[in-house]
T-cell receptor
Framework: GQNIDQPTEMTATEGAIVQINCTYQ??????LFWYQQHAGEAPTFLSY??LDGLEEKGRFSSFLSRSKGYSYLLLKELQMKDSASYLC??????????WGAGTKLIIKP | IAGITQAPTSQILAAGRRMTLRCTQD?????MYWYRQDLGLGLRLIHY???????GKGEVPDGYSVSRANTDDFPLTLASAVPSQTSVYFC????????????FGQGTRLTVV
């Protein structure tokens, strides 16, 4: 079966750094996405990795290791508005997206 | 305004009734998707369409049907609603498929009673 694992919930402090991990076991791999979803809203795109390594985009970075079936999303200089759920999704061999259940990130002042 | 629009935003539906959730995009995207999102389960794919005129079944298609008569519209129909179909439904589109960023509608909160 296909499976994506993320922690259910994480807590961090405003101004700090947090790393959200995602491990996957899928039938094939054609890329990994991270989306942000604020409560009651739709998911919005954050990043896409298809090759190993780190992709940096402002305060957010995403890392991929295909050999380990592992990715992480790194958020720096946390702000209260970063309180949201972060969804990891993998494109499988049929080019379908497989979604993790999401990690709810709580930011405390 | 370019984007993807769903209607209605929320609905309370009696069990056994038929309901169509509407989805329209004006980005000329080829691929469109319907997901349901339930607490603790993440997004689950109901049906998808890679291009106008074609549709496919996702992970949880039972009780739902879709059509894709043109590029812009992708309605989702519940033929006879059941309480287990209570969920938040998201329509999404992407340029050509699973390697492109997906854009989501604002969601439809459906309660079947």
């Amino acid at each position: 079966g296909q499976n994506i694992d993320q922690p259910t919930e994480m807590t961090a402090t405003e101004g700090a750094i947090v790393q959200i991990n995602c491990t996957y076991q899928t039938s094939g791999f054609n890329g990994l996405f991270w989306y942000q979803q604020h409560a009651g809203e739709a998911p919005t795109f954050l990043s896409y990795n298809v090759l190993d390594g780190l992709e940096e985009k402002g305060r957010f970075s995403s890392f991929l290791s295909r050999s380990k079936g592992y990715s992480y999303l790194l958020l720096k200089e946390l702000q209260m508005k970063d309180s949201a759920s972060y969804l990891c999704a993998v494109t499988d061999s049929n080019y379908q997206l497989i979604w993790g259940a999401g990690t709810k990130l709580i930011i405390k002042p | 305004i370019a984007g993807i629009t769903q209607a209605p935003t929320s609905q309370i539906l009696a069990a056994g009734r038929r309901m169509t959730l509407r989805c329209t995009q004006d980005m000329r995207h080829n691929a469109m998707y319907w997901y349901r999102q339930d607490l603790g389960l993440g997004l689950r794919l109901i049906h998808y369409s890679n291009t106008a005129g074609t549709t496919g079944k996702g992970e949880v298609p039972d009780g739902y049907s879709v059509s894709r008569a043109n590029t812009d519209d992708f309605p989702l129909t519940l033929a006879s609603a059941v309480p287990s179909q209570t969920s938040v439904y998201f329509c999404a589109s992407s340029k050509s498929g699973g390697q492109d960023e997906a854009f989501f509608g604002q969601g439809t909160r459906l309660t079947v009673v």
